[in-house]
């Protein structure tokens, strides 16, 4: 039984608090916001980004400072951690959350918030190329049309406000980029999922008020949510339904007994039956077999602007989230008080805010060229991983499951592989088994090397879209 004693719902408001400080520790992350004097803050200690900025204040878990039994321990209170959490508590297994830092405050927390179907960057061509045609087509459907329905049951089921909006716009940078993007709708289709419609530019122009774009694809099964909502929504129906939540919790080390496993940190121990998940990122890779390592690290960029004049809706007619198919790709979508969110770029280092801000700012005017009256409230960065086949890695060995890998892609694939989860160990079914089935090369010294691999990486893809432009390539 939970010991958490206060039970807040995620409460969303209108538009965001600019003088908030962030409940989260930096972990190397940087958040930037803009005085109100159009001036980057001097001192900017620790403020918070949009997303906790556009939420009500919430619940402060302890840390763990005592030894405890619990039947599974979930380490990580990101997306995977929060919705294996959940689903655990909803089949009645007695479960402990711990997080390291404060919920939400990783990359679950901090990315773009778009809604895509496919696992991590294997979509449905992907699928069809590695697996039989019963086997893609059942990885496709739990990575698009299941993983989309199951965030809209939880918010139903918790009552929860997620800003939850559908369809997404996939739009080519260049026309040869548009056989691509028809080929994807037609491996869609051929695995049995119809929610796509190929887009001409001057139907695109529709959606998108800028002229760069030679069309693209409308999703009607994707879409956008606010990710810390979400993160902290999970969380919600886990401590209702019993579960407790410890945070600043980090795990130092994990050990087998005769009982079960043992979790430790640096002031407690929880003493599991059943099994561990843990939900890996950059600061818990050391938890795994160091010579398994199949990801690389790299990081990511976002920011809000300020409210659009004239309303976002001279930018974005329809209000549909997009990203476009050029190698470095641009994403963006409307928020909340007329905002646009924008973000883009992946590298090996991690960029300081006033390049991030630059760089931003001069790709919404590259989108946007008559709107430069636009500038950005917020920016800050995210840390996430990537595999060399682009799949997300699943790992089951013995009661140890872990997920990681991402790729910057699969809000929704992530809250559903946590329902993979809980469904293994309770015997359900064979769909996590389905993703462990998934081959992965270990990179014995790769994430060592990402600052050399990923510019490396960048450098060499970029010459082959110079030399055949037509051909769509991103990163």
């Known amino acids: 039984m939970s010991e958490n004693k206060t039970l807040i719902k995620p409460e969303l408001i209108s538009d965001a608090r600019t003088s908030m400080i962030s409940q989260a520790d930096p972990d190397g992350d940087w958040n930037w916001v803009r005085n109100k004097d159009d001036t980057q803050i001097s001192d900017p200690g620790n403020p918070a980004n949009y997303y906790e900025s556009t939420l009500a204040p919430w619940i ?24 294996t959490a959940l689903h655990l508590s909803e089949a009645g ?108 530019s001057y139907e695109l122009q529709a959606h998108i008020n800028s ?12 879409g956008q949510v606010h990710s810390l909502a979400l993160n902290r929504g999970l969380v919600y129906g886990f401590v209702k339904n019993g579960g407790c939540v410890y945070e600043h919790s980090e795990v ?3 050990e087998q007994t005769s009982s079960g496993t043992r979790v430790i940190t640096s002031e407690g121990v929880i003493n599991a039956k059943k099994g561990v998940v843990i939900a890996v990122h ?42 476009d198919t050029q190698l470095q790709i641009d994403y963006y979508r409307p928020v909340r ?3 646009i969110l924008f973000g883009g ?51 089951r060995n013995g009661n140890i499951y ?24 309770v015997n359900a079914n064979k769909d996590f088994a389905m993703l462990t089935a998934i081959k992965h090369t270990p990179l014995r010294i790769g994430r060592a090397l990402a600052p050399v691999a990923i510019p490396l990486a960048k450098t060499l893809l970029g010459i082959t879209t110079k030399i055949a432009p037509g051909k769509m390539i991103s990163f």
């Open 60 to 83: 402060d878990f302890p840390s763990l400072t005592k030894e405890q039994e619990c039947e599974l321990v979930v380490i990580g209170g990101g997306l995977l951690g929060a919705s």
């Open 93 to 200: 297994i007695d479960t402990v959350l711990l997080e390291k830092n404060t919920i939400g405050s990783g990359a679950s927390g901090r990315n773009g918030g778009q809604l895509t179907p496919g696992l991590a960057r294997w979509e449905a061509e992907s699928m069809i190329e590695n697996l039989s045609f019963e086997e893609a087509k059942r990885l496709w459907h739990f990575t698009s049309t299941e993983a989309m329905t199951l965030i809209d049951e939880i918010a139903c089921r918790y009552d929860l406000n997620f800003d939850r909006h559908h369809g997404h716009i996939t739009a080519a940078v260049h026309p040869g980029h548009m056989n691509a993007l028809v080929q994807a709708v037609d491996a869609r289709k051929f695995l049995g999922e119809d929610n796509v419609d190929v887009l001409g």
């Open 211 to 222: 002229d760069l774009y030679y069309g693209g694809v409308l999703d009607n099964l994707g």
């Open 252 to 254: 130092i080390k994990i």
């Open 282 to 323: 950059d600061a818990t890779h050391k938890l795994l077999d160091e010579n398994k390592e199949t990801t690389i690290p790299f990081y990511t960029y976002v920011g809000v602007t300020s409210p659009v004049e004239g309303g976002s809706r001279t930018l974005l007619p329809t209000g549909k989230p997009v990203y």
């Open 337 to 339: 008080n007329e905002r």
């Open 345 to 395: 770029q992946g590298t090996g280092l991690r960029w300081d805010d006033s390049k991030t801000v630059e760089y931003l700012t001069s790709r919404i005017r590259a989108v946007f060229p008559d709107r430069e009256d636009i500038q950005l409230d917020f920016a800050w960065s995210g840390t996430t991983d990537l595999t060399l086949n682009g799949a997300t890695d699943c790992r």
């Open 402 to 425: 872990s997920v990681h890998g991402w790729s910057g892609h699969g809000i929704a694939q992530t809250v559903r592989i946590g329902k993979a989860i809980k469904d293994d160990i």
